[in-house]
Every structure is written in structure tokens, then in C-alpha cells.
């Protein structure tokens, strides 16, 4: 017999712990003394104990371990327990990866304040063209919301163009349209030749001129645009102009690496 502080050395746990697993039915002690009261652990608990712990590492509650150790659950129910453990990880790990590309854009930006580099951006005409496209909405305009729903547009607009036989002859635009209630209305459009067609099950939209649009060159996933953006809006208010709407953006060459991808926003401006 091993005393529960000699037990919980050898289990790599804490006294207070198996305390609390003995008041919870989880691990019970071999033996209380009477008089004393002292806990005394049996070798062969080790074994229930490393499940426990091994249990807990995967996220399961305690009441969830006592219920696996006891024979509660069948082998179907508890593999459907781990799957659904699994899905929550991956989630939780897809969440944080995502956070961490936004604190990586922060700290570029803050890198980049006081010292923004302007000279890229350029004040230019942009011409009429004409577009396939489909529209969808997002809850606003970050980055995180537009992207689940720009992305797969662009896919489904590129097939549809496949099926129906048109050619692109341009490149990718994607504009938004902000709504009263925040809401934001993508807009995902190809640049095409074709005139419209009720055989087409998308839209054929002519985009007119741009007058005066601040331009400026973006290298790199749309997820680090941030401080591009930044010095777009520095140079706009530096050069007395005031931006009109949202952005558009030019996809010039979208890779399969999307750090390599290259877009063009197209800002439009107007005299402050």
C-alpha cells in the first residue's frame, strides 16, 4: 500500500486531486484507516489513475472519464465522443491560427507607422469593363467575414463560366457594397466579352468608368492586406483627396501559394 502523498508522486498528480477524485467516485482509496483517516492507494490503481489523467489530457470532463472508466458508454458512443473532441480541436486550433495571422498584420502595421512608404500609390483612370458575377452578403466588412464568402464565390463563378462555354478575358474584381445595417454585398465578378444571357446562371454587369481611383499594389494573401490598405488611406488623406465607397479589388495573379498572389486596390477619390 502507498500513502496518497507517496500515490500521487508515483501518478504525477497532486494530493489535493486525488482528494478530490476519492469525494467524486472517480478513484476511491484501497483502504481508509479508521482511526486516522489516511488514504492508502493500491499498485494496481495506477493503471485506472493513468487513464484518467490520459482522458483529461483530451478534454473530457471528469463526469464524461468516470462514465468511460466504469463502462457507461459502449465503444460507439465513446468513438463518437472522440471525433466530436477531435472537430472541437481542430476548430479551436483553425481559430487561433487565424488570430495569429491578425497579430502578425499588427505587428506589420505597427513596424510600418511613421514610416509608410507612399510612393507606390498611383492616381489613374480606371476604364469601363464588363463582368460575370455573383453577389452574396457578409455580416461586415473584416476580413473574416469576407473571406468565407468572396472565396468560395470566385470558385463557383469560375465554373459556371466553364459550363457555360464563356471565355475570361481579364482578371478577377471583387467590390462591395455596404448596407444600412452593416451588412456588407460582395460582389465577385470575371471579366468576360459575352453579352447577357438568360442561358447564363450569372449576372452580366458593365462596371463603369472610375474617373480618379488611388491605386496600389498588394503582394501577398488578401488575409495580410491590412497595412497596404493602411498606406492607401495615408496617401488619400495626405494628397487632400477623400475615398468614395469600398475598395475594389484586382486579382492581377492568384497562385495556388497565396503569398505570391498580387492585387491591385482600386480606391475611387474625389477632392476633399
Known sequence: MFSIGEFAQLGRVSVRMLR????????????????????????????????????????????QVSSILDGRIDTAELYGMVRLRRAELE???????????????RLKTIAKEG?????????????PTRVAELTAVAASYDGEDIGPVIQPLFSDLCLRLRNAGVEITGYGIARYEP??????????????????????????VDLPEIESAATIIHRGSMEQVGPTFQTLAHWIDEHGYRGVGLAREVSIDCPDDHDKWVTELQ??????
Open 20 to 63: 478530490h477524485y476519492d469525494a467524486i467516485g472517480l478513484l476511491q482509496p484501497a483502504h481508509v484507516d479508521p482511526a486516522s483517516g489516511h488514504r492508502f492507494y493500491q499498485a494496481d490503481q495506477l493503471s485506472r489513475l493513468n487513464r484518467v489523467i490520459a482522458l483529461k489530457d483530451l478534454g473530457f470532463t471528469l463526469h
Open 91 to 105: 476548430e479551436r486550433i483553425a481559430t487561433d491560427t487565424a488570430r495569429l495571422l491578425r497579430v502578425e498584420v
Open 115 to 127: 514610416h509608410m512608404h507612399t510612393d507606390e500609390v498611383l492616381l489613374k483612370r480606371i476604364p
Open 179 to 204: 448596407e444600412a445595417d452593416g451588412r456588407v454585398t460582395v460582389h465577385a465578378g470575371m471579366q468576360v466579352s459575352v453579352g447577357a444571357s438568360d442561358d447564363y446562371d450569372f449576372a452580366i
Open 267 to 272: 480606391m475611387t477619390v474625389t477632392t476633399a
